[in-house]
């Protein structure tokens, strides 16, 4: 039922608690939740995974997101490894 939930804790050695069962409702003012809900505002698309005839491009745009962070991290690895070769201080960090 909308509203009512149950739940158990628990504790610390050091700190006990009696009660670690509970069983409560949450009571909801729906006139007031009503009231509040005209104020709210629509929430911003921020990526639309939809191609211009409605097709599901998530799975593609995520793929080429995870494409692109491992190409940049490659990328800055290589950079990070030919500046501690360059560096005559931090050349011993290198094996071999």
């Not at 069962?21 to 639309?48: C, G, L, N, Q, W």
Request: hydrophobic share 40%; glycine share 6%.
């Amino acid at each position: 039922t909308q509203g009512m939930f149950v739940g158990a804790v628990s504790d610390n050695f050091d700190e006990r608690i009696e009660q670690k069962i509970f069983h409560a409702e949450i009571v909801v003012d729906t006139a007031k939740v009503s009231a509040e809900m005209k104020s709210y505002r629509p929430i911003p698309v921020i990526a639309d995974f939809r191609d211009a005839s409605g097709g599901d491009t998530m799975k593609a745009s995520i793929d080429a997101n995870y494409r692109q962070i491992k190409q940049e991290i490659l990328s800055l690895v290589d950079s990070e490894i030919a500046r501690i070769k360059a560096d005559p201080k931090l050349q011993g960090l290198m094996k071999g």
